[in-house]
């Protein structure tokens, strides 16, 4: 999120001159899945999406999302799912509010993680690189993430220290997400294993309304607009201004 001068003080950024420009912006999404399509993929219960959101800590945003999936049901839900891009401030989070959920890696981050340790292991855009991706996702999408980790295992070490350190990074993720992998299993489970509801509610709540060409936003009301959008795509815009009433 661009913010004013006065919000990124001592903030650093991955800018040239390491200097924070934006603020990220947390957002959840909960929605219900009760029927699958005639190929037997699940399908989200229509309007059934619901999101909050906020410039917060983590340790803020948990119990945001946690009293929203009670208002939504959770505690009557027979499973719950929790999906999220692999990052451990999500998963102490699930650990903390939702604990006898599923957790599931969203599958594209995790391919994009192969194609990751593809471009490190053999440069960008190369035939070889790409046919080892292409091997590796076919074990990730049968949830054989002991096969995809055994190979990263064997791949040779690139010459330059910072890609050797980054290439161990990729292999820690595959290690510590690797039971949130299972996606054979999850799949005939009726799971739900890619977060593009919350990728498609990052682009509709907020960047439409708030990363116009110019817009620079305090904290406060970046979040009075935040809370605005998800009300309104949350079809909750009424009992909004009745509860205000």
């Not at 046919?131 to 049968?142: S, Y």
């Amino acid at each position: 999120m661009p913010a004013v001068p006065q919000e990124l003080q001592d903030r650093s950024g991955k800018g040239p001159d390491g200097k924070a420009k934006t603020r990220e912006a947390k957002l959840g999404c909960v929605f219900t899945q009760t029927s699958f399509d005639a190929e037997g993929w699940p399908l989200r219960d229509p309007e059934s999406t619901s999101s909050v959101g906020a410039i917060e800590t983590a340790e803020e945003f948990g119990p945001r999302l946690h009293v929203e999936a009670v208002r939504r049901g959770l505690k009557q839900a027979r499973t719950v799912v929790v999906l999220g891009d692999g990052a451990p401030w999500i998963w102490n989070l699930a650990a903390a509010y939702f604990p006898a959920a599923v957790q599931i890696v969203d599958l594209y981050h995790a391919r994009e993680h192969l194609a990751a340790v593809g471009r490190l292991a053999f440069g960008s855009s190369t035939a070889a690189g790409a046919a080892w991706v292409a091997a590796r996702q076919d074990e990730l999408d049968d949830g054989d993430v002991e096969a995809v980790m055994t190979a990263i295992r064997e791949l040779p070490q690139p010459p330059e220290a910072k890609k050797q350190d980054e290439l161990r990074k990729e292999m820690g993720y595959f290690e510590t997400n690797h039971l949130r992998m299972c996606y054979k299993h999850f799949r005939a489970r009726g799971f739900f294993v890619g977060s593009g509801v919350i990728e498609a509610g990052c682009k509709t709540v907020i960047a439409q309304r708030l990363k116009h060409s110019g817009m620079r936003w305090t904290v406060r009301g970046a979040n009075a607009v935040i809370a605005l959008r998800c009300r309104l795509l949350s079809h909750r815009w009424d009992d909004l201004w009745r509860s205000a009433a």
